[in-house]
């Protein structure tokens, strides 16, 4: 009990202050950057972190409007997984599934990656199919997946109905063993503090209202707190806000942005050691460490920057994960939240340049952005450092929407979203 007692206490609570003092200093921005991050999410953070790791650019600032990882990073229900349909996304997501395996050792901070597996259950023949279809081009790919009857699933998660009369019975589901969950904002906080060690200056309460440009080419941005701030080079990573900085920069992006909410239970005892995700019923599940459930579903229709939801889908939310465990009938609800997603017509992220010159966008990652956070960073950070699309981000360009090459991951990566 040294640690809650006199001076152990006092010698606790100085390191963690002059631990967070580290993280979040405000340091007054230079009047010049090699390199400025417009949102201090994981993407953000991330992107900084690798371009002064991996490429020794570290006059690097990271421009946040409120608070380190406030936005969808920290909403998020946190599952990882990289059982994506598409060769494209399946290169992507498992890139960050390898970053994911490493993260806690080499950012030595633990975000607590705990590799439980994900389950994408079937109710239909139609879903098992789709099922077998992305298991096999999973394994095609290199990832483990393997394709499970409802007894299997059964004996993973023993709460869960698999009686034939529920209303959307389950007939198997997809496994993939590496996935898990992991801690959100330790995620933000763990790719902050290793960037500030580097030299990155981590700027909060910041708000970019302008990208100034001229000729065709970006130099800097306006903020709302310490005016104009100049760079060569601008990395806008924004999620839900995507449209807005785009249109600061004088462009439109096929981007929505609409409200996704999630809720947690009352905390009890461990009773879920895996993540359930219905495509059909639609909703997600996971216990946290903590002991509360942690529950989401689909987004809210409609559009909107508010970073909350209706009570009609937490409605629907609540639904879908009683027809999968009935018995959590008496668990109450402790809480609920909304983020905003960036939803684009082919579920998959954008990275790539832009009308601008030395402006660089990494968005539309929709609902399903957390688990890219280190490969989003890592390859966003190679494309500003060397001003050539990544090979994993080519795929991922602008361009698509022209010329027709879309990549269309709706409902087809295990999520109906
Ligand atoms: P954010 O964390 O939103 O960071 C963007 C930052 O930009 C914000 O901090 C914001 O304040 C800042 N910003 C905006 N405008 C400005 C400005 N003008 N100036 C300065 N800063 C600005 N993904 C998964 O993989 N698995 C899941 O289980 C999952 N569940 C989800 C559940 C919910 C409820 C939500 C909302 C999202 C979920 N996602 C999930 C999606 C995931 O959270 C996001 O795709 C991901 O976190 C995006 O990260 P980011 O760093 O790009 O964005
Ligand atoms: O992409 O796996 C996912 C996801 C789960 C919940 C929201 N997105």
Not at 43 to 65: D, F, Q, S
Not at 272 to 278: A, F, P, R, Y
Not at 305 to 312: A, L, P
Not at 367 to 395: C, M, Q, R, V, Y
């Amino acid at each position: 009990m040294e640690k809650y007692s006199g001076f152990g206490l006092a010698r606790h609570a100085l390191k963690h202050h002059e631990h967070w003092q580290r993280v979040w200093r405000n340091p007054t921005p230079k009047k010049k950057y090699d390199v400025i991050i417009i949102g201090g999410g994981g993407h953000g953070l991330a992107t900084a972190y690798y371009l002064a790791k991996e490429h020794g650019i570290c006059n690097v600032a990271v421009l946040e409007k409120g608070y380190l990882g406030g936005g969808n990073t920290a909403r998020n229900t946190t599952i990882i997984r990289s059982n994506y349909l598409w060769d494209e996304s399946a290169k992507l997501y498992e890139h960050s599934m390898k970053l994911w395996e490493g993260l806690s050792q080499e950012l030595n901070y633990n975000v607590m990656f705990s590799q439980r597996g994900v389950l994408n259950l079937g109710h239909t023949l139609q879903c098992m199919r789709d099922i077998k279809r992305r298991v096999s081009a999973n394994r095609l790919n290199g990832i483990d997946g393997e394709v499970l009857d409802a007894q299997q699933v059964k004996e993973i998660v023993p709460m869960i109905d698999i009686s034939a009369n529920r209303r959307y019975p389950i007939i198997g589901a997809s496994w993939q063993p590496r996935a898990g969950v992991a801690r959100h904002d330790a995620v933000a906080w763990g790719y902050a503090r290793a960037a500030d060690a580097l030299g990155v200056d981590i700027i909060q309460q910041t708000e970019v209202t302008d990208i100034l440009y001229e000729n065709g080419v970006a130099f800097g941005v306006n903020t709302k707190q310490h005016g104009v701030i100049s760079s060569d080079k601008i990395g806008c990573v924004v999620a839900g806000n995507s449209g807005v900085l785009a249109k600061m920069a004088g462009f439109k992006l096929p981007i929505e942005s609409h409200p996704l909410q999630a809720l947690v239970s009352e905390p009890i005892k461990p009773i879920l050691d895996t993540v359930v995700m219905s495509n059909h019923v639609h909703g997600y599940i996971s216990q946290s460490d903590k002991g509360d459930l942690v529950i989401g579903a689909g987004i809210d229709s409609y559009n909107g920057y508010g970073q909350r939801g209706s009570y009609q889908s937490i409605e629907h939310t609540v639904q879908a994960i009683l027809e999968l465990f009935p018995t959590f009938s008496r668990i109450r609800m402790n809480r609920q939240w909304g983020g905003i997603v960036d939803t684009t017509p082919d579920a998959c992220p954008i990275i790539s340049t832009t009308p601008l010159k030395n402006l660089f966008f990494n968005c539309g990652w929709g609902t399903g952005g957390f688990k890219a956070t280190p490969a989003s960073g890592h390859i966003f950070a190679s494309t500003l450092a060397n001003n050539e699309i990544h090979d994993i981000a080519k795929p991922f360009s602008l361009s698509r929407f022209y010329d027709g090459s879309l990549i269309d991951e709706h409902g087809a990566a295990g999520v109906a979203h």
